[in-house]
DNA sequence: CTGTTAGCGCTTTCAT
DNA sequence: ATGAAAGCGCTAACAG
């Protein structure tokens, strides 16, 4: 069977003798069309399979119902989470989702925008590839000129003048670490062993903005310490991915022993760390371990890792929330949301 | 600052003194123009800030570049996983993701379609809401006399005549079923301690084909078994998430005590059968447990629950290429392709 | 190598 | 309540 040819407005008008534009009427604008001719025209466009193009409506209106969410990683469980809610909310409001996943690569992002503009996508849930100041996507200036609404997710750009919706990485990173302090580093009741490193932190990228705010509230905590036995703190650097954490950490167990205690800056962070734990033969409740995020289901299995948990859900649907606000009010001033986490140990 | 109206090539033209059909020339096929206009005219767009318009360019081909992806859940990370593959390969072809996430349920799935079939989509990868017999979509239809290539992935409809990828299933269950018959119910040098259920299925819905392939392999190796005392079997049904499968193995637990092996026929379900062995006191280690998919990082914990893992990434990898080949072929037969996956112990 | 014309499918005037 | 004409931005087909 051979394909048929496109189903227009102007086949299905001709069906019950009248023209295409009361056939557009018929199906957008109902109220303007006499009952009895409007349901003519509804049974022969379901009778010959009528869809309309979004195209040709696109092209009319130049605007379309088209959202586009550019991430690093769709399979990071975290942002799963937060497309799982922008595309629920999403379709409510009947727009659908453009999904780029950038893979890291700034090229790639800087393809996703450029097509999500050729595409004119009506808003832009974007969570770049990096956060460092000195990332200055040659894309922003564009977007700025254009009339797309823009919300940054998670990640930011650094005075892209973007609304955003961003976690409170100072706060998830103090909480974390009095956390410790209470429990491993604790100054009254316990003499804890020290170690040639007390507090390893395992961090994303140097220039991370996330991570120096996560590193922040961590120094914010240690400060507010009134032992006098200071703390050794030690960083090391990856890239928020599990591989790089785990090598960091490797090296650093061989080169310094095993630290006091380790604070994993996000789930695959930690997750790495573990590993490396596990390759060294030291047991996860012998050494304290904190992250930021949950790791999965382990409480299933007994083990409890204390961690800083965000409602990914929430700041996904906020983010959705902000843009479809800035699609309809094209000059809301930016605003930055913040979302705060939950200490659960 | 207000927003420019759009940039079209009529601008650039008019900026450089050529006409519109020129610029669109150099533009896509460069090597119609002199290279001394075609590199004015680059300057000229990229000053202006010119942005193709897909809409215009997609009425005119009748064509688009884009890929639909429809699924029940974004966040199972097995759809994770297919979806970054799926995405990674299709930018190298120049297609762009529109993700739907049917959340489950039909009437999302039907409004999917419709947009996928209005923005005229070269291809679509289909994951139905169900692959119960009875779940005929009404889309299918007119699907089939679309010229939109289809591919069903995992999740299949029963006679929509599209290609798929899918998993074997039938082995899946058998490879699972005989490691516990090796394991738990050796017949030789072991007694195993009898119990009301020997073996206990924890499936997804009765009549999806997804489940009753995988418990026929389970029955085929059942089958095999040569010794003379049979091995009791129960099954509870759910629905492919964690909560159903939770409260139906705890009401199996309270009713019938603990059973001999528990296979758990996902991921998620094998979760939720852990969580109920949890809410009983029953320990990980003092019941065999054996699933479809991998529990991730469990391994870091040094806890192993024997697993059929499926390579995710290549079925949605093998299942683009499926797609891209029949957007070029539109004529192609229909074609499945089955992802064996391996044990792990 | 560049220009003219025409049309993709739809909808916004402005009639009737 | 319905229709005619025009045009959104782009690119075949056919000139020149």
Redesign the interface.
């Known amino acids: 069977?051979p394909?048929?040819r496109?189903v227009t407005i102007a086949d299905v008008a001709a069906r019950v003798g009248l023209t295409s534009i009361t056939v557009s009427r018929a199906l957008n604008r109902p109220e303007l069309v006499k009952p009895e001719t409007r349901s003519r025209i509804e049974a022969a466009a379901s009778e010959l399979?009528y869809?309309?193009?979004?195209?040709?409506r696109?092209?009319k209106h130049?605007e379309?119902r088209l959202i586009g969410?550019v991430t690093a990683s769709?399979?990071n469980?975290f942002y799963?989470?937060m497309?799982?809610a922008v595309?629920?909310h999403a379709?409510r409001h009947n727009y659908?989702?453009?999904?780029?996943?950038t893979?890291g690569e700034p090229w790639?992002e800087a393809?996703a925008i450029?097509?999500l503009?050729?595409?004119?996508a009506a808003g832009i849930i974007l969570s770049p590839v990096s956060d460092e100041p000195h990332y200055r996507p040659a894309y922003v200036e564009?977007l700025r000129?254009?009339?797309v609404a823009v919300v940054q997710l998670d990640r930011t750009l650094a005075d892209a003048g973007f609304s955003a919706v961003v976690l409170d990485n100072a706060w998830a990173g103090e909480c974390a670490a009095r956390h410790l302090l209470q429990r491993v580093f604790a100054e009254t009741d316990a003499v804890f062993e020290r170690r040639a490193t007390d507090l390893l932190v395992v961090a994303g990228p140097e220039r991370s903005r996330i991570t120096q705010e996560r590193l922040a509230g961590v120094r914010k905590a240690l400060a507010r310490r009134t032992s006098t036995t200071a703390l050794s703190l030690d960083i090391v650097w990856g890239d928020y991915t599990l591989a790089p954490a785990r090598e960091r950490v490797s090296e650093h167990i061989e080169s310094r022993g095993m630290p006091g205690a380790i604070f994993g800056l996000n789930q695959l962070i930690t997750?790495g760390a573990?590993?490396a734990m596990?390759a060294h033969g030291i047991a996860?409740d012998t050494l304290s371990v904190v992250s930021v995020d949950r790791?999965?289901?382990?409480d299933?299995?007994?083990?409890h890792v204390p961690c800083v948990v965000h409602d990914g859900f929430h700041a996904g649907q906020r983010a959705l929330e902000m843009l479809l606000e800035r699609i309809a009010e094209?000059e809301l001033a930016p605003q930055t949301e913040t979302v705060r986490g939950v200490l659960i140990e």
């Open positions: 069977m394909k048929r496109r399979g869809v309309p193009n979004a195209f040709a696109g092209l130049s379309s969410f769709v399979d469980p799963a989470e497309i799982k595309s629920r379709k659908a989702i453009l999904l780029f996943d893979d790639l393809k450029e097509t503009l050729s595409y004119q564009r000129n254009s009339d997750l573990l590993q596990k996860p790791l999965p289901y382990l299933i299995f007994d083990i094209p």
